[in-house]
């Protein structure tokens, strides 16, 4: 089976194999092709074999994707087709310039202060949940309008964190 998924701001391709009861997964993206082999999913827990290595990682149901939590941090991970069908646009980031967080947690940074410039993938905020920290970043470069929240507070999905408004694109002419 072939899959396109949308992690974070990275659309890769996913093959998945079965063979005599063994699933084997195949992502291939920007950076070099991984293969992950005995691949197995029970209880939330994926556990599989990269390069000759047993990984684990947690798997949890989010709004419209995947909460992926492996190798210290935390990945959203959608279908990117269906991504690109609900927002009408092919780049990440949250609607409109909106910046929400995919899980309940408490704000433990504020990188940014309203009126600063940002540039694409720049961290904007820093949450905290089930004792992991994950940085949401600028989908696209421009200028903060908006920080909402301060350090120490609870926040859930939905929850404007930050607003920024995209910079205009530069033409040649």
């Known amino acids: 089976m072939e899959y396109r998924l949308k992690v974070e701001e990275e659309t890769l391709s996913l093959s998945l194999d079965e063979n005599e009861g063994n699933l084997s997964a195949r992502f291939s993206g920007d950076d070099d092709p991984m293969t992950a082999e005995d691949v197995t999913l029970r209880h939330g827990e994926l556990s599989f074999l990269l390069n000759g290595k047993r990984e684990r990682a947690f798997v949890s149901r989010g709004d419209g994707g995947l909460w992926v939590w492996w190798r210290g941090g935390a990945r959203f991970v959608r279908d990117a087709d269906e991504a690109e069908r609900r927002t009408g646009r092919k780049r990440g980031g949250g609607e409109g310039g909106i910046i929400t967080p995919m899980t309940p947690g408490v704000v433990a940074r504020v990188l940014v202060d309203a009126g600063q410039t940002v540039e694409k993938g720049q961290g904007l905020v820093v949450i905290s949940a089930m004792k992991m920290e994950s940085t949401l970043s600028a989908p696209y470069a421009g200028t903060v309008t908006a920080v909402p929240f301060e ?18 694109e530069k033409t040649d002419e």
């Open 151 to 168: 350090e120490g507070a609870s926040v859930k999905p939905g929850d404007v964190l930050v607003e920024i408004e995209a910079a205009e």
